[in-house]
């Protein structure tokens, strides 16, 4: 089966409602959690893609039982200390930044070092910047050029309370630093810069002892030592980054309108709602509703003839930093020139994102201004590309989200694109194309 697909036709109108799988960043940290609770927790829409599946298959290396069956999962935790640590132990992250800095902190009390490995991708990420404050603990790490996967952690059995100022606005840094402190003796205190906080939602939940003091900037969070964990029944909601791409398809296209069942809209990851918005995009929130600490709405969405130019604020950059390359298309169709700035955490993520977005207009025609951290877009309200204009999209480092763009791109703007790598989409979004099958055939 060939993994490039051809894109030559834009899509017709269309007139729909679809469901999106579960959130990522809720069925990651829904697993890890589960892992260490008293008794056996259950799941339903847990999304069931490769970064997902490659955390059950850690756990399960750590002695913990998981079922899936119908799209359910069950997994029978243990306790906190239900992890069976064994010498020569290898966890592969595989292509989840996710799983590869959450899991560190929950292996801060290993007896034996644990071996850490990922993907080509992920292994040219940086995992300095979760090492480092994870090593305040009293734990040690071996890197691969000191800032690389593979790494080995050597736990310690005294782990001492600690401050961490993290000024990136990394979730996942934050995390993994919240998961370490459950087991300090102590209290440990983090002064993040804002950035997704399903981390801390779950805790509060699960009644952990935890506090968060939110400021305008940054969130002071309090950790005290974890005694216990109590099992947690889920019904995951759907991923608001998956949605970004239909919710940009359906702005960009003509006389269509959908509507998204289900999305979660935790407020620190609705920027791309907010700032296409801001760009006249026709968005309604409907039903919103509080679910274990988290919000979630139907989306809907209608097409959208006049879109305005953005100067982005750079206090939305964490709200919608895994949504800007789809964000990125619409400021392309917007009249006016689009600023972009502050963006360097584009770049940490499976490829430079920043860069390859940039080569993604350009390829379209759109005209771009760029330094290491910011973009102009000089956006182009008549877009539309004759079929006669090739464009391939290749050697991205299978980046899921280059993919999903470049679909969209083309199913939006025109142009006869070879897209390769389609089963880069395996790790967040599996059944993508199928759902952008199930719309063109609803024109």
């Known amino acids: 089966m060939s993994k490039i697909i051809s894109v030559n036709q834009k899509i017709k109108k269309f007139k729909s409602q679809i469901i999106v799988p579960g959130d990522k960043s809720l069925s990651i940290r829904w697993v890890l959690l589960s892992s260490l609770a008293d008794g056996v927790s259950r799941a339903k829409n847990l ?37 069976k640590f064994r010498k020569n132990l290898t966890i592969n992250a595989e292509n989840s930044g996710t799983l590869g800095r959450l899991i560190l902190g929950l292996l801060v009390n290993s007896p034996y070092p644990i071996k850490v490995i990922g993907d080509e991708s992920l292994s040219k990420r940086d995992f300095k910047r979760v090492t480092d404050p994870l090593s305040k ?65 779950l805790c509060k939940h699960l009644k952990l002892p935890i506090s968060v003091k939110e400021n305008k900037k940054y969130d002071e969070i309090k950790i005290r030592k974890v005694t216990n964990i109590k099992t947690l029944n889920y019904n995951i909601p759907s991923d608001i980054s998956s949605s970004a791409f239909f919710i940009v398809l359906t702005a960009l296209s003509n006389n269509s309108e959908l509507t998204i069942k289900n999305v979660n809209i935790n407020p620190s990851r609705i920027g791309v709602i907010t700032i296409l918005k801001k760009m006249g995009v026709n968005i309604i929130l409907r039903n919103q509703k509080i679910y274990k600490g988290e919000k979630k709405a139907d989306i809907k969405i209608k097409s959208t003839k006049k879109l305005r130019s953005i100067n982005c604020p750079p206090e939305l950059n964490s709200g919608a930093i895994d949504e800007f390359l789809v964000i990125f298309l619409v400021a392309a169709k917007a009249k006016g020139v689009s600023s972009f700035s502050d963006l360097s955490e584009l770049n940490q993520k499976e490829s430079p994102r920043l860069i390859w977005a940039e080569k993604i207009l350009n390829k379209i025609g759109v005209k771009t201004l760029s330094t290491q951290n910011s973009i102009k877009i000089f956006g182009n309200p008549n877009l539309n590309l004759d079929i006669r204009k090739k464009i391939v999209i290749k050697n991205y480092l299978k980046d899921h989200r280059v993919f999903m763009t470049s679909v969209i791109a083309g199913l939006t703007f025109g142009g006869n694109w070879k897209i390769h790598d389609k089963d880069s989409i395996k790790t967040s979004f599996p ?13």
């Open 137 to 201: 603990f009293g734990i040690k790490f071996k890197l691969r050029k000191n800032k690389f996967l593979p790494l080995k952690i050597f736990g310690s059995s005294k782990l001492v309370p600690i401050k961490y100022n993290e000024k990136k606005g990394s979730a996942q840094c934050k995390s993994s630093v919240i998961f370490g402190a459950m087991r300090a003796d102590g209290t440990t205190t983090i002064k993040a810069k804002k950035s997704r906080n399903h981390t801390e939602l």
């Open 431 to 443: 059944n993508f194309l199928k759902i952008i099958s199930k719309l063109k055939k609803n024109d």
């Open 47 to 83: 999304l069931l893609s490769e970064d997902v599946l490659a955390t059950i298959k850690a756990i399960k290396k750590l002695g913990i039982k998981a079922t899936i069956k119908n799209n359910r999962c069950k997994i029978y935790g243990k306790g906190l200390n239900g992890y």
